[in-house]
């Protein structure tokens, strides 16, 4: 569905926002609605996208997706399919451990080690579950182990719970982000934590994970030299071979030559996401995070939505 109220092209909202005209943008850096144009592009994507893989058993409640355009920094442009809707994240909750380290460490309240240092590599690069669980230990002072007493397990939820405390005062809502991930399953006092049937697990919206990605790309998280920490460890090289993969990016296939990627995959036996940012050689820049559930086998929903996305917004571009 187009939202036709909003249909403010690209080109118009540069050329206001060189006139000054900046009561047209909300406080966070985003139009005050979606950008009209933008948004029908990614209405009709997930349109095409839920069509072509029905039979296969998409729903159209089995995926969602967030587009942040970054042509102009000053002025990102966002829509959206679902963006609310809570997801499990899988590996994409790293992104979220890994701003929460670098602000820690900004406010000096974490002295980082060469120990700490290969855990937060082999977290997001090879995006390793058990240096995952190494760093939310760190930033919590909270470890694995048997159940607890439920006097010492108030205590132990409040601090595993930092993470959430940190990003809901930055204004991040609708989102759980304080469980380890893991090969097997949670035990102990883990599974305790999840409330035993996983009431309690990890949940995230692809606007939120948008958000976030864009502020570390902007250089606005926490610190522009922190920023760019964040994005060398988000450096992925789409010609290798890992690229199209779990460690890189699904979309990798979708994006031609030239395209420079910066990514965080999850991949479970349910769900296959992708949280990337790219630039392309005609200079457009996107933030694209897209979510599946029910699908994870499947290979080809998330390039096909990526292409027919960049097709669109090339469309848009000749108009």
């Not at 977290?123 to 007493?149: F, K, Q, R």
């Not at 719970?161 to 990003?167: E, I, L, P, S």
């Not at 005062?169 to 049937?197: M, P, W």
């Not at 060398?232 to 990627?261: I, Q, W, Y």
């Amino acid at each position: 569905m187009i939202a036709r109220k909003t249909f403010i092209s690209f080109t118009l909202l540069s050329l206001l926002a060189a006139a000054g005209v900046s009561e047209l943008f909300a406080a966070n850096g985003y139009t005050n609605e979606p950008s009209g144009d933008l948004q029908a592009v990614v209405d009709n994507v997930a349109g095409r996208t839920h069509q072509k893989f029905k039979s296969g058993g998409l729903g159209q409640n089995d995926f969602a997706a967030t587009v942040i355009s970054l042509r102009d920094r000053r002025y990102p442009i966002k829509a959206d399919y679902r963006g609310a809707a809570q997801i499990y994240p899988a590996s994409v909750v790293k992104l979220f451990y890994m701003s929460f380290y670098f602000r820690l460490l900004e406010d000096g309240k974490m002295r980082e080690t060469s120990e700490l240092k290969r855990g937060l590599r082999d977290m997001i690069v090879d995006s390793g579950n058990e240096a995952t669980g190494y760093i939310l230990d760190a930033l919590t002072g909270t470890t694995s182990g048997p159940e607890l007493p439920q006097r010492e397990f108030a205590a132990w939820s409040w601090k595993r719970n930092a993470v959430n405390r940190y990003f809901a005062s930055l204004g991040y809502g609708n989102i759980n982000i304080n469980q380890k991930t893991h090969c097997e399953d949670a035990y102990g006092v883990e599974q305790q934590f999840r409330s035993y049937k996983g009431e309690n697990r990890n949940m995230l919206t692809t606007n939120a994970t948008a958000r976030l990605l864009k502020e570390i790309v902007t250089g606005e998280s926490i610190s522009r030299e922190r920023s760019l920490e964040m994005m060398r460890l988000l450096r992925r090289d789409k010609n290798t071979d890992d690229a199209g993969g779990f460690k890189g990016a699904f979309m990798a296939d979708a994006l031609e030559p030239g395209t420079k990627l910066w990514a965080k995959a999850g991949f479970t036996s349910r769900t296959r996401h992708d949280a990337v940012y790219i630039e392309t050689p005609d200079n457009e820049k996107l933030v694209i995070v897209v979510f599946t559930e029910g699908q994870s086998e499947n290979t080809e929903i998330i390039p096909f939505f990526a292409k027919n996305l960049l097709d669109g917004i090339k469309s848009l571009r000749n108009l």
